[in-house]
Each structure stands twice: as structure tokens, then as C-alpha cells.
């Protein structure tokens, strides 16, 4: 497993911008498909986008494409949420995630590293 640390999140007005970070430890992390997940007060942990480990493929929910972009640098061991045009729907608790050599998925439990997470809220 790797250890994930979140940072970048806060308080942003609808439209507005922002990127969350994610700091991995560990020498394997370019052997980690990654994914961001986000919850909500009340809500279940829905899955937001991966990028995978081999070829840095990316996936993203109908809800957030077109609008966040993930990015990975494994030089620096971290992976990156860039969320533009932000909704207040896009409000909760957003986690980074990793799996150990997986295909990308949407379901948390492919995952086995996880972050402490970091708030996001979107005011309108």
C-alpha cells in the first residue's frame, strides 16, 4: 500500500476553480492506478476519475467530464484534480484513492489506499 495525503481543498463560489493534490509515499506509485472519490453529506462515496498506471488512461462520471481533469506526475508521486466551472452539487468530501497495478473502476473497494480526504465546498 502507499500513503495518501489530500490537500487543496476549501470554499470556492459556483463556476469558480480548483485543484486538489494528492501526495503518495512509497516508491511503487507509478505502479498505482489512482482515482478520486467524493462524498456528501447523507450520500454514498461516488466514484469522480482514474487514471490508470500503465498508460495514463482517464476516466471520468458523467457528472464532472468536461469539467475536472486528473493528471498524475510520478515523478513527484502525486495526482492531481484539476475542477473547473464548479456546481454546488460538487460539495462533499473528496478522497484519493489507489489500486495496486489495477484496470481503472469505479467502485471503491478495487481500491486499497486511501486518503484522509479534503473538503470541498461549492456556495452558489
Known amino acids: 500500500q502507499v500513503q495518501l495525503v489530500e490537500s487543496g481543498g476549501g470554499l470556492v463560489q459556483a463556476g469558480g476553480s480548483l485543484r486538489l493534490s494528492c501526495a503518495a509515499s512509497?516508491?511503487?506509485?507509478?505502479?498505482?492506478?489512482m482515482g478520486w472519490f467524493r462524498q456528501a453529506p447523507g450520500k454514498e462515496r461516488e466514484f469522480v476519475a482514474a487514471?490508470?498506471?500503465?498508460?495514463?488512461?482517464?476516466r471520468y462520471s458523467d457528472s464532472v467530464k468536461g469539467r475536472f481533469t486528473i493528471s498524475r506526475d510520478n515523478a513527484k508521486n502525486t495526482v492531481y484534480l484539476q475542477m473547473n466551472s464548479l456546481k454546488p452539487e460538487d460539495t462533499g468530501i473528496y478522497y484519493c484513492?489507489?489500486?495496486?497495478?489495477?484496470?481503472?473502476?469505479?467502485?471503491?473497494?478495487?481500491?486499497?489506499?486511501w486518503g484522509q480526504g479534503t473538503q470541498v465546498t461549492v456556495s452558489s
Open positions: 512509497g516508491r511503487t506509485f507509478s505502479s498505482y492506478t
Open positions: 487514471i490508470t498506471w500503465s498508460f495514463s488512461d482517464t
Open positions: 484513492a489507489g489500486g495496486f497495478k489495477t484496470a481503472w473502476n469505479r467502485t471503491p473497494s478495487s481500491y486499497d489506499s
